[in-house]
């Protein structure tokens, strides 16, 4: 008759055989639970963070903010007016002043100024008139572009015979465009200025008096226009 093939076994296999057919009938979770529980006895916090990172879920990456968007703009218009008569060889100054408001920023400023000669017009003895718009009281005024100053001694025309602008933002022109592969704090840094344009703008205008026989002229009556071009923008994420 054939003998058993475990029957010579080593004293240690048949230790670890008997072992082996104990941990079988036991429940899997039974064990798996006791051997958490020795390496927590023998490692201590280390053996913790260990298993508690085996046990935790992987987590999700974060989403991704880049996309693309419609980019549209609201546009608003301020106009004001002044008048001044200014005496021969002295300057006036102008002053226009700015707030901020929330969600809004300045495109850009532009002051024109306009005279019309009432004595000697028909002689071609024009007044002389000069203007510089000065922008020390303005946040970033010495960033900002655009025409800064002019002189014109033409007579009794229509339009302004002087027109300064002060480009706040030379990127801004109304226009709704497409912006791609950006976040949407990336368009309002574009958009924003940081509150550039804001404060106080000041149009010194001087006169100069041309005369030939009219000893009555003093000076000069001018008007001058200040017109405020303002913005905010709408991000909106395109659907695909």
Not at 40 to 66: F, N, Q, T
Not at 145 to 166: F, K, M, R, T, W
Not at 231 to 236: K, L, P, Q
Request: charged share 20%; hydrophobic share 40%; aromatic share 8%.
């Amino acid at each position: 008759m054939a003998e058993r093939a475990d029957a010579d076994l080593p004293p240690a296999l048949e230790f670890a055989r008997a072992g082996a057919l104990r941990l079988a009938q036991v429940n899997p979770r039974v064990w798996i639970a006791s051997g958490i529980s020795i390496l927590l006895v023998l490692g201590g916090w280390g053996g913790y963070v260990l298993i508690s990172g085996m046990l935790a879920p992987d987590e999700a990456p974060p989403p991704d903010l880049r996309g693309t968007f419609m980019v549209r703009f609201e546009e608003e218009t301020a106009t004001v007016s002044e008048r001044a008569f200014i005496t021969d060889q002295t300057t006036h100054s102008f002053e226009y002043s700015i707030s901020a408001i929330e969600g809004w920023a300045i495109g850009k400023v532009q002051v024109s100024v306009h005279f019309s000669e009432t004595d000697e017009s028909g002689l071609g003895f024009c007044d002389d008139v000069s203007a510089q718009l000065e922008l020390a009281g303005v946040d970033g005024g010495s960033q900002i572009g655009g025409q800064h100053e002019g002189s014109s001694n033409s007579c009794n025309d229509e339009l302004p015979q002087i027109v300064l602008n002060a480009d706040v933002n030379s990127e801004y022109d109304g226009q709704d465009y497409a912006a791609e592969n950006v976040l949407v704090e990336e368009i309002d840094e574009r958009w924003q200025n940081g509150g550039k344009g804001i404060g106080t703008y000041v149009n010194d205008v001087t006169v100069s008096i041309n005369t030939f026989y009219d000893i009555t002229e003093s000076g000069e009556e001018v008007e001058v226009t200040w017109t405020v071009v303002s913005y905010r923008w709408i991000a909106e994420k395109a659907t695909e």
